[in-house]
């Protein structure tokens, strides 16, 4: 069937490859993919058309990209669907919608209501207003003395309170997550990312016991009509080691919470969010509760799961913004195993039995599906790319990987 959109993707990662995977699966179409460097999970791709641009991050370079876009794409007389796979990405869109939103299709929300998201400490607010169990915080903004103490003990969890500016000021030793061990590392760690030129605020939290099969990931779709529609709840049970990759899912298992669900729908609709949001979560075996860190304001690196179980997240934004369909709410209960990661090391680095007795059930019964390994885009370069990412996978567990 003929398609009368065309997707434009920004950023090069595996959240891209899924979600033009996505597109060409339900709809045949290829999507464009703008990003300042290319990767080996979009190289040689059949479905995604890659344009290289320097600095897309900057808001000038951004806007006349975008709108040089238009102008060329106008003539063939079809929407155009912009959607950022990053989250510095998704702002740059948000920011400019007013410049925009008469030429694309933008399945976002408004500023305002992005920073409630984005700004950790009104977000954690609104975990307060909804009922949301969330770590012990404390908020360490540019400036303050670093003489204060904290209500929790050590090892703490520290990260930026804006994700986006903290990826602007690159330095050596750059974590998304810091684990910290007493008030001496956090005192020259704040330092430091000071002095690389961050100027937002730092998140420091009550570190949750337990490793990656503790983490949960729910992926949440709201449409135009600011309603939620779709609900997939994963427990993680293998995370990305590297440093730059820490707290990336490489693994999850669909589970299901109806309480959780409900909870983070309700304050989703509160605010008038619109889109996907993908929310990171963990489980403590303290109080039994499973706690939210943040709400990421995208589809999530692992979004491939949904599409993979039957669920296209291409669809959903298609249905909503282009054909004015309004799906009814949908939490998806049925169990499914996602992987981008060889089968081997989540067998061989999970230590909860009980859940790898379930995922073995499940990739025996057909009910798994890896991000990268698309039928409809084979070739022998991106074959062997894939062959050589596999192998080097398990030269990075063994290297970063701690129980």
């Known amino acids: ?199 937002g605020n730092m998140i420091i939290q009550d570190r949750i016991p337990g490793y990656d099969n503790k983490m949960y990931d729910l992926h949440v779709f709201v449409g135009k009509n600011k309603k939620v529609q779709y609900m997939n709840l994963g427990n993680v049970l293998l995370e990305e080691h590297t440093p730059k990759g820490l707290g990336s899912n490489a693994a999850t298992l669909t589970v299901y919470n109806e309480e959780l669900m409900l909870k983070i729908k309700n304050l989703l609709e509160s605010i008038g969010y619109e889109g996907w949001a993908d929310c990171d979560l963990k489980y403590d075996e303290r109080d039994q509760k499973i706690k939210i860190f943040e709400i990421n304001i995208r589809q999530g690196r692992s979004h491939y799961r949904n599409t993979g179980s039957g669920y296209n997240v291409a669809k959903y934004i298609v249905d909503s913004y282009i054909n004015n369909i309004n799906q009814e709410l949908l939490l998806v209960k049925e169990p499914y195993f996602w992987h981008v990661v060889p089968k081997k090391i989540v067998l061989d680095y999970v230590e909860d039995k009980e859940k790898l007795a379930i995922v073995k059930k499940l990739i025996k019964e057909g009910k798994v599906c890896h991000s990268l390994f698309y039928k409809k885009d084979k070739s022998l370069r991106r074959n062997i790319y894939l062959i050589l990412r596999n192998i080097n996978q398990f030269r990075k567990y063994k290297k970063y990987y701690k129980k």
């Open 1 to 199: 069937m003929k398609q009368d959109f065309i997707p434009i993707l920004l950023a090069s990662d595996i959240n891209v490859y899924s979600m033009a995977r996505a597109f060409h699966e339900e709809y045949n179409v290829k999507s464009i993919v703008l990003a300042k460097t290319t990767s080996g999970v979009i190289n040689h791709s059949k479905i995604i058309e890659f344009r290289k641009i320097d600095n897309l991050d900057k808001q000038d370079i951004f806007l006349n990209t975008i709108l040089n876009l238009y102008e060329e794409l106008k003539k063939l007389n079809k929407k155009l669907i912009l959607i950022g796979c990053a989250d510095h990405y998704v702002r740059l869109i948000v920011s400019n919608k007013e410049q925009l939103k008469d030429k694309f299709v933008l399945p976002y929300t408004d500023l305002k209501t992005l920073n409630y998201i984005v700004l950790k400490e009104s977000f954690y607010d609104l975990c307060e207003k909804n009922n949301i169990d969330y770590p012990k915080t404390f908020l360490y903004k540019k400036g303050d003395s670093l003489d204060f103490e904290l209500d929790f003990s050590y090892p703490v969890i520290l990260k930026p309170s804006d994700s986006v500016l903290y990826f602007q000021a690159s330095f050596e030793g750059q974590y998304k997550v810091y684990t910290i061990n007493d008030k001496e590392e956090l005192d020259k760690t704040l330092k430091k990312i000071y002095e690389a030129g961050y100027k």
